[in-house]
T-cell receptor, first 109, second 114 residues
Framework: RKEVEQDPGPFNVPEGATVAFNCTYS??????FFWYRQDCRKEPKLLMSVYSSGNEDGRFTAQLNRASQYISLLIRDSKLSDSATYLC??????????FGAGTILRVKS | ETGVTQTPRHLVMGMTNKKSLKCEQH?????MYWYKQSAKKPLELMFV???????ENNSVPSRFSPECPNSSHLFLHLHTLQPEDSALYLCASSQSSSGANVLTFGAGSRLTVL
């Protein structure tokens, strides 16, 4: 089983749609969780950290489900500019950060 | 600009060449990283430096040789590479190497090995 697993997509959605991605992780002792965003041919950038109680930043909501070992990212009212690859990042043993392969989102007009 | 600058942005080299990638961060961070990103694969951690000391070498072949002269600069020296080493090499920095810290990435150096 991969340490961090994401559906590669692509998720093709119309503008204004709500879309959600999940990311599963294998180590139940993982402590920190993040979503990064990577635009085509650019570097990854932090989108948001994921807190145990869930957190929201504008149109973006992140949730953590420790029992089932997954995190989720919900994007409401999708914009064309949301088109990117969304990377799930989890700390595993020894504070080692592990990246998922990413989920591609394409928002179309 | 993210505060992490990588040069060169693009590099083409033959298998017998020796070249170096450079990374500089202006964020006052204490930890620096090299990651490799190949198409459709997750980012692979290569090396971690914390306060100039190497704290992780993720079983990277010896044809990749890192150097960290101070907390602001990181190099990746390349020699006798293979075509499968062609990838995007990303440098990142963080306040420390604790996993709870956020990484700031440079724009990457896209390497092609012929």
């Amino acid at each position: 089983r991969k340490e961090v697993e994401q559906d590669p997509g692509p998720f093709n959605v119309p503008e204004g749609a709500t879309v959600a991605f999940n990311c599963t992780y294998s180590n139940s002792a993982s402590q920190s969780f993040f979503w990064y965003r990577q635009d085509c041919r650019k570097e990854p950038k932090l989108l948001m950290s994921v807190y145990s109680s869930g957190n929201e930043d504008g149109r973006f909501t992140a949730q953590l489900n420790r029992a089932s070992q997954y995190i989720s990212l919900l994007i409401r009212d999708s914009k064309l500019s949301d088109s990117a690859t969304y990377l799930c990042v989890v700390t595993l043993y020894g504070n080692k950060l592990v990246f998922g392969a990413g989920t591609i989102l394409r928002v179309k007009s | 600009e993210t505060g992490v600058t990588q040069t060169p942005r693009h590099l083409v080299m033959g298998m017998t060449n020796k070249k170096s990638l450079k990374c500089e961060q202006h964020l006052g961070h204490n930890a620096m990283y090299w990651y490799k990103q190949s198409a459709k694969k997750p980012l692979e951690l290569m090396f971690v430096y914390n306060f100039k000391e190497q704290t992780e070498n993720n079983s990277v072949p010896s044809r990749f040789s890192p150097e960290c002269p101070n907390s602001s600069h990181l190099f990746l020296h390349l020699h006798t590479l293979q075509p499968e080493d062609s990838a995007l090499y990303l440098c990142a920095s963080s306040q420390s190497s604790s996993g709870a810290n956020v990484l700031t990435f440079g724009a990457g150096s896209r390497l092609t090995v012929l």
